[in-house]
């Protein structure tokens, strides 16, 4: 008894087609590796020095530090959602999300600004001690891509009240909140490591 062997519709193949661009998926691996390089320095001075690092970690605000977890979280839901709306052609409805996302990071960044002031005004500088240099070079680095991923967020959210995209899969726009998402990633990553564990 002969098999018929069928090729995947068009459906199926766009279900396991990997969503941005491959280009994007490689700055993101090369993001992410600079990333943990930064991670690992981090918990290995904590292995090293762990008193120093809870001392320290007790002048930092742990609500200042949740309070940025959940505004990045709430923007990168809402990127996620817009993108959604962007697929089925809901065009200023995506625009509008995106709009909220990109509002949810003003807040973060308000937030974080707010605690680097706060902190550079006890001293708590960049050669203050081990736990201060990292913190502020780790997170620094961050913020730094949150302030390039509200860029990305901005002009995506007026491309698509333009309507400037089609309706369906849109490896431009996928790309964009790809990277907000490992914005989002590392942030969840940092938290803990950061305002939490000892």
Known sequence: MWSV??????????????PGDLA??????????VFAMLLLSFAVAQALQPELFHRSRQLLDGSVGLALTLSLLTS????????????????????????????CACVYVLLKLGEYRHLASLGLDIEYNTF????????GFHFLHVLLGMLILAWLASRC???AYAAGSNPVAES???YWHMVDLVWVLLFPLVYVLN
């Open 161 to 163: 009240w333009q309507q």
């Open 5 to 18: 062997c069928t090729l995947p519709d068009a459906s199926e193949a766009a279900v396991r087609r990997l």
């Open 76 to 103: 990168g839901m809402l990127a996620a959602v817009a993108l959604e709306q962007l697929r089925q052609g809901g065009f200023r409805r995506a625009a509008g999300l995106l709009l909220a996302a990109f509002c």
């Open 176 to 178: 964009a909140v790809l």
């Open 24 to 33: 994007m998926w490689w700055f993101i691996l090369a993001e992410l590796s």
């Open 132 to 139: 201060f240099t990292l913190y502020w070079i780790v997170t």
